[in-house]
Structures are given as C-alpha cells and as structure tokens.
C-alpha cells in the first residue's frame, strides 16, 4: 500500500473550505483504519489567495502544486472579487495551474446513484444507474486557438472570431486516455466532433481513428456534437466513454451533469501526460463552483469534494479498494435517506455539512469493520 504520498490541498473560497475540511475527515480515516499516510500540505489559491498574497496563484502554490504527488482543490471564485479585472480574477488561479501543470484531459464522470434518480430531469427509469464518463481536453481548441480577438474592418464594420486548432499531438494524447478508460471500463469510446461541418473535425476523426489502433479491445464509433447532445439528454445510458475537444466536451458534461440533476454529487479529475518515470500531475474537484448563495451556512453538499478524493485515490495513487470503499460510502449514506438541501426528497431527513461528512465516515467505519 503507497505510503506517505504527498497531497496539495488548496480549499480557496466559499464553500470550498467548508466541503474540503470533511475530506480531511476521511484522510484521517484512512491514516487510522487503513494505514496510508498522506503528506498533506495547504495552500492559498483564488480569492483567498489575492487577499492574501495579491495574485490567485502565487508562486508558492505553484512550487507545492509543481512538487506534489496529486492536488485536491475545493473552488474558487465568489461576489467579493467580481469587479477586478479579468487578469486578476479568483477563477485565473485554476487556469495558470491548468496550463504550467500540463493537465490537459479533463475527466467527468455523470453517475447517478439509483437513491437520487428521482432528482434527474429525465424519467427515473432513463437515468437510473446512469455511469459514463467524459473526456474533455481542457488545454487546446477554440478557447486557446489563435487568431482571436474583436476587430474593425476597413469598412467600418467589426467582428469577433475564435480559432478552433488541434494538432496530431494534442489529439492523440487525449484521445490515449479516453482509450485507456474505455479499457478498463466497458470497452466503448464514442468520439464526438463536427466533421461534417469542420475542418479541425475531419482532422479529430482522422487522429481519434489511427490512436483506436492501438487500443484492439476498446470499440470506436464516432457521433456528431449536435447528436450527442441530443442522446444524451434523451438516452443517457447508452454512453460509456465519451471524447470530445474542449468546446464540445464543456458542454455535454454540463449537460450530463444536468441529467443527473445533481451539481453538489459529482467530481472531476484533470490529468497531464505520464513522464517517463509513469508520474503525472494530476488535479481533483467538484464540477460545482464555490456556491456563495450558501457559504458560511453550513449547508453544502460535501459528496462531490470527498468523490473527488476517491478519483484521486484511484488516479494518483492506483488505489482502487479505498475509492470504491468511499463510493460504496457515499451510497449507503444516501440509502439511509440523509440528504443535504441540495439533494433533498420528502421523507428524508435533511442535514448539514458536516453531519454527512460524519456519516460518510461512520459507513467507512462500519465496511472497516
Ligand atoms: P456554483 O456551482 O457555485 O453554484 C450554482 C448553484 O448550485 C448555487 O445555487 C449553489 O448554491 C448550488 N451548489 C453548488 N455546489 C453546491 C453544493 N456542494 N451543495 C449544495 N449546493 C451547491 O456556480 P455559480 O453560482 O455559477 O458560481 C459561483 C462562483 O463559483 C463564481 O464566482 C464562479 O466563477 C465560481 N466557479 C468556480 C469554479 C471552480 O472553482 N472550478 C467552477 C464553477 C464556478
């Protein structure tokens, strides 16, 4: 069992704290239950990093990100620092980390837990057992492309244009690490793109099929962006491993996170690209945001922060017993019929924070036992 793995924690703002200080929880847990140690060292970021330091990702949090063995991030962001400009907002401080950490696919899975399919906005029996994954790339296409910009024509008139680009290399490793899950998982990738329309989409397709080479057992199909969605919001079940670039993938992972009806439930992970000695930087957080309608209530769902952890466990750390062991956690406490207000139904009872925290950890006790 890895010992003594080195765990950045950077909590940053609004609920953030709240949910990452119920993760600590079940790290202790793990320390006292399972012997695994964790070096677990905290660092500022977003806006409690400006106010402290003037800049949403200092430099120091770079040294400890750059020096860590996997980072667990809460959210950032909230009202108090929505009028400074945009190169010194909170959000900038998951970008710089993003772009000098290399973490280029972003992985989100939509899963819905039989107790919480009534939440769905489709039919329970559509969504019931729902399990799929998306994998975005997060660092390339149309949000980083070049040209960009807002300009005046000669003519007077102005326009705004965005370029979507992709090279063979940047699909190619993506596309690696959508195969690789499908792998491990059912064996179905669906590549998503525009190649009838686009270019970079003819180009994706080509890429995506020649990788699908080297993956014999995983079974390619590919579907258009448009059709995707479509799918997705009518027979979500029929996806295992979804890839897509970083403009389709953001928004069918919205859209699967909307079928599962609930935002305080799911967790991602973002990775970078194995070095030779098989290590990756590789960053951990709830899909949601730092919920500033609620902070310092107490009230916020902790699920998605500690299934980030098991996503870590399991990513970072090739520990696959502990994260199921959480998962299974997780379950049984809302089969129990504990529900935070997001998350809520008639008839169960309705809790904070850090009462689920604790019952997440009473169930790891009870599976323990
Ligand atoms: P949000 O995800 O913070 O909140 C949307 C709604 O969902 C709110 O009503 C909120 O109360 C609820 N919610 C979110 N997480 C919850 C949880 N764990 N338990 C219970 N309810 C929960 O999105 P938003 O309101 O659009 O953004 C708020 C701030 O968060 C903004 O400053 C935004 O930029 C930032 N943000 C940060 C990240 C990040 O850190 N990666 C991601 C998204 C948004």
Same mark, same amino acid.
């Not at 202790?28 to 500022?44: A, C, M």
């Not at 949090?61 to 750059?66: C, G, I, K």
């Not at 492309?145 to 326009?159: M, N, Q, S, V």
């Given at each position: 069992m890895p010992a003594n793995k080195k765990l950045l924690v950077l909590p940053g703002d609004g609920i953030g704290p709240e949910v990452v200080r119920e993760v600590r929880r079940v790290i202790?847990?793990?320390?006292?239950?399972?012997?695994?140690?964790?070096?677990?060292?905290?660092?500022?970021v977003g806006g409690a990093a400006i106010d402290a330091l003037g800049h949403p990702c200092p430099d120091r949090?770079?040294?400890? =990100?750059?020096a860590a063995d996997a980072i667990l991030f809460g959210s950032v962001g909230g009202p108090k620092w929505d009028s400074l400009p945009f190169e010194g907002r909170p959000e900038l401080g998951i970008l710089r980390l993003r772009k000098e950490l290399g973490l280029f696919a972003n992985l989100r899975p939509a899963l819905v837990w039989s107790p919480? =399919?009534?939440a769905s906005s489709l039919k329970a029996d559509l969504v019931d057992g729902l399990d799929l994954m998306i994998v975005r790339e997060s660092t390339g296409g149309i949000y980083f492309?070049?040209?960009?910009?807002?300009?005046?024509?000669?003519?007077?008139?102005?326009?705004g244009f965005d370029t979507e680009t992709y090279s063979e290399e940047e699909i190619a490793r993506v596309a690696r690490i959508g195969f690789e899950l499908a792998a491990k998982r059912s064996g179905r990738l669906t590549s998503v793109d525009k190649a009838n329309v686009m270019q970079s989409g003819r180009f994706w397709r080509e890429i995506v099929t020649r990788t699908?080479?080297?993956?014999?057992?995983?079974?390619?199909?590919?579907?258009?962006?448009?059709?995707?969605?479509?799918?997705? =919001?009518?027979?979500?079940?029929q996806f295992d491993v979804i890839l897509a670039s970083n403009l389709f993938g953001d928004l069918l992972s919205d859209l699967a996170a909307a079928v599962t009806g609930s935002l305080g439930m799911l967790p991602s992970a973002t990775l970078g690209a194995p070095d030779s000695s098989g290590r990756r930087h590789a960053l951990y957080e709830p899909i949601h945001g730092s919920a500033p309608d609620i902070a310092g209530k107490g009230i916020a769902n902790p699920c998605a922060q500690i299934l980030s952890f098991a996503m870590l466990l399991r990513w970072s750390f090739g520990m696959e017993e502990d994260a199921r062991l959480i998962e299974n956690a997780v379950e049984k406490v809302l089969s129990g019929g504990l529900r935070t207000a997001d998350i809520m139904v008639p008839g169960a009872a309705r809790v904070g924070t850090?009462?689920?925290?604790?019952?997440?950890?009473r169930e790891l006790d009870k599976m323990a036992a």
């Open positions: 202790d847990w793990l320390d006292r239950r399972r012997q695994v140690t964790f070096d677990v060292e905290e660092g500022l949090t770079m040294e400890q =990100a750059l919480l =399919a009534q492309g070049e040209p960009r910009g807002i300009e005046t024509l000669p003519d007077g008139t102005r326009r699908a080479a080297e993956f014999p057992n995983v079974e390619l199909s590919h579907m258009y962006a448009d059709n995707c969605a479509m799918q997705l =919001a009518s027979r979500p079940k850090s009462i689920m925290g604790e019952a997440v950890v």
